[in-house]
């Protein structure tokens, strides 16, 4: 089936659905890459207007990849909720952006409406979409969940705390986890991408951080970013798992470079939901995703990079999550240019995910040798702030010295919960509160550090 | 200083001993103190000029001086496509193919921008000659000096004149904490396309005095070259046997 529009008194043609989503995509170096960007102007905004008049429910009939050879369309195809699809069943995409925008889409509409999307039918209405409206929509949809905090409440930003070090040196950890707790940071998860995968190292680290957590009885879960058979092996063995991490992609072949099944998924799922170390919640899953992946690993299917980007939000939502972030400026400038399509690209992302019903949260970071600097990051966070994000990653300073990239510091977290008026996850402020790091207004008390009881983490540690 | 910040000082201090995070910063309301605002618009802009510095093959051949240097030039016109099509770093400007020498080369070193020429410019000289002087029975191409190169570029190099193996020495993605950091890749009988990383050996970080050093990474490169010869191959089935990288 084609799609054509009449734009400049030139007739434009689109043969497939996957080109169509391709050529009306924001102009982004990764569809140039893969070859499937619009070949102009003109022509990105003659695949909008032929895009607008596709019936959301040909993206149940056209299948972007096979249902045959795609483990990620099956799941996508076989899981949708023809009910909950009914109330948009008869729109178009174009129409579905104004019924999106319009009051009845509220908060309870969405929350009900998103098993009756596919990643496909969000794609599409958010490539007509500017970022006002990202935002707007986005804003509207609420997902809660719950490990030891609870995550995504409105009026709230969680954030994880990010300790890496180059080594796993348990003192250089515990150095930067100090500092990031003495800034309030670190309700959504403690979180380290450790520098190798061996099972001893995340193992030393696991126990590092629940050491802390329990000590401290910090209400918050630890993660250490290994592969999921890495944590499977580790359960098996009994070592303090609080989360299960898995970078996935929206493809099963991209999937496969990851090492990742989704019968291994559904195997540490299990796993991790029976050690039930959860105690006001039992959302037990972390995923990374980010724009590029699918590309990278030759895994896209011609299928463009932020249509295949929403397409494992599908096998994110399979698990019911507690976090999922996507590490929106991390692969480097051959995917996201600069700054404006960094921030774009967080903005669909964030977009797809909440409507897809997950807890969407941020890594708003970039590379060096991309074109962005810390007041992209100061942009992105704001507009994600508004638009209320679960989530933000915070390193210390932004910079992370393990990755090599810049991210969102402590400080920005601060600065977005004040100009916000934005709190910690409940449980999280009730400790801070209790530990004395709660000032009157509610806000991160400045503290003298040296005098505190917490640094006895890092003094001990460091000895 | 008051005896309560004097006392913080301390205990960052001894903390940051133990990591090069940014740690115990301080703050300006919510904001970072002036001073740590700089300090990290400095290593921003370090890293971001070794991305967009130009590439100056005469301080490499300068380095090099006596060896015999050829030039060339990837099919990305500038940094900017260079940045964005990775696939044209990858491959040799047509032109300049036609103008390396071919010969029984049993090696070629390529020094390959890639991210940060002030790596090149700083290092790569010297990375050549010490290796160089330690296969004195080799039969050494010219050293190739590659503008808006990538890794792969060196598997071009190499079919184009017939070398039996690469070594291409490219500037590394530029981190904070290091803007002019050399990576080296060691590739055996390359065929573009087809080859992958995984047949590739490389050493990262070279960038004395923090990083590995010239006769440390010399040794390491020499001794793979040689085991590579010997068994016709590069890649995972070659293992580095000298000590290992320091911490």
Known sequence: MSYTSVLGGRHHRFDTLARLLAAASPERSGDRLAGLAAASEQERVAARWALADVPLAEFLAEPLIPYETDDVTRLIL????????APVAGLTVGEFREWLLSPGADAGALAALAPGLTPEMVAAVSKLMGNADLVA??????????????????????TRLQPNHPTDDPAGVAAALLDGLLLGSGDAVIGINPATDSPKAVRDLLELLDGVIQRY?????????????????????????????????????????????????????????????????????????????ALSAGAHHGVDQQTVEARAYAVARRYDP?????????????????????????????????????????????????????????????????AGASFVICTPGGDDIMLNYQSASYHDALYLREVLGLRPAPEFESWLDSIGLLDEKGGIRETTGAAHPLTAIGKELAA | MSEVAVQTSELWSSLRQRTQARIGLGRAGSALPTRHRLELQAAHAAARD?????????????????????????????????????????????????????????????????LS???????????????????????????????????????????????????????????????????????????????????????????????????????????????????????????????????
């Not at chain 2, 967009?52 to 001086?65: K, M, Q, R």
């Open chain 2, 50 to 114: 070794a991305v967009h510095s130009p590439f100056e093959p005469d301080v490499i051949a300068a380095g090099l001086a006596g060896t015999p240097t050829v030039r060339v030039r990837s099919s990305a016109p500038d940094r900017l496509t260079y940045l964005q099509r990775p696939d044209l770093g990858r491959r040799l400007d047509p032109l300049d193919r036609a103008h390396l020498p071919a010969g029984e080369w049993d090696a070629v070193f390529v020094v390959a921008d890639g």
């Open chain 1, 78 to 85: 076989d899981t949708h909720d023809t009910a909950a699809f």
């Open chain 2, 117 to 247: 020429s002030r790596a090149v410019h700083e290092h790569a000289a010297a990375v050549v000659r010490e290796t160089a002087a330690r296969l004195e029975d080799w039969r050494l191409a010219p050293v190739v000096l590659a503008e808006q190169a990538r890794v792969a570029l060196g598997d071009d190099v190499a079919q184009a004149m017939g070398a039996a193996m690469v070594v291409v020495l490219v500037g590394e993605r530029p981190g904070m904490s290091a803007a002019d950091s050399l990576g080296a890749y060691l590739t055996y009988r390359p065929t573009p396309g087809v080859t992958t990383d995984a047949d590739r050996n490389c050493l990262s970080n070279i960038r004395p005095p923090l990083g590995l050093s010239y006769t440390g990474a010399a040794e390491k490169l020499a001794g793979l070259m040689t085991r590579a010869r010997e068994l016709g191959l590069t890649g995972v089935a070659l293992k580095d046997e000298t000590d290992a990288l320091p911490g």
């Open chain 1, 137 to 158: 929509v986005a804003r509207k949809v609420r997902v809660v969940t719950a490990f030891r905090s609870t995550i995504g409440l409105p009026g709230r930003l969680a």
């Open chain 1, 217 to 293: 009885a910090i209400p918050t879960q630890s993660c250490v970013l290994c592969h999921v058979t890495t944590s499977v092996d580790l359960m098996s063995r009994g070592a303090p798992v609080d989360l299960v991490f898995q970078s996935i992609a929206g493809t099963q072949t991209a999937n496969a470079s990851f090492g990742v099944t989704l019968g291994l998924l559904d195997d540490a799922y299990e796993a991790a939901l029976a050690l039930e170390r959860g105690t006001v919640g039992h959302n037990v899953m972390y995923f990374e995703t980010g724009q590029g992946s």
């Open chain 1, 322 to 386: 507690l976090l999922v972030n996507t590490v929106v400026g991390f692969i480097g400038p051959e995917y996201l240019y600069d700054g404006r399509q960094i921030l774009r690209a967080a903005l669909e992302d964030h977009f797809c995910g909440k409507l897809l019903g997950l807890p969407m949260g941020l890594d708003i970071c970039y590379t060096n040798h991309a074109d962005a600097d810390d007041d992209d990051i100061a942009t992105m966070l704001t507009m994600l702030g508004v």
